[in-house]
């Protein structure tokens, strides 16, 4: 069984920064799309950034400019550079990753990040 696990976060003031990682146990085979997503206190969880097979990347408006997206396929690890963190960034940060050869969508058990202001 895939298991998904990040790393990274923390409690950071507002404008620092934080890297996020997420490794994945062992290999994935056809993966479509790669991702973080944030659930925030009292908040549908959200789509924060993906990157897809062929590496490019997308992100929710709130975060373009500041959020990264990556991935080092030999180390099996999907990272996300967080720069001028706001308090809005607030939340538990969970990666996913989707198999369409498996049609399976896997999750991590996420990381705190917060954001003091």
């Known amino acids: 069984q895939v298991q998904l696990v990040e790393s990274g976060g923390g409690l950071v003031q507002a404008g620092g920064s934080l890297r996020l990682s997420c490794a994945a146990s062992?290999?994935?085979?056809?993966?479509?799309?790669m991702a973080w997503n944030r659930q925030a206190p009292g908040k549908e969880r959200e789509l924060v950034a993906s990157?897809?097979?062929?590496?490019?990347?997308n992100y929710a408006d709130s975060v373009k400019g500041r959020f990264t997206i990556s991935k080092d396929n030999a180390k099996r690890t999907l990272y996300l550079q967080m720069n001028s963190l706001k308090s809005e960034d607030t939340g538990v940060y969970l990666c996913?990753?989707?198999?369409?050869?498996?049609?399976?969508?896997?999750w991590g058990q996420g990381t705190q990040v917060t954001v003091s202001s």
């Open positions: 062992r290999d994935i085979p056809g993966i479509h799309q």
């Open positions: 996913s990753v989707y198999s369409w050869q498996r049609g399976t969508q896997y």
């Open positions: 990157i897809d097979g062929s590496g490019n990347p």
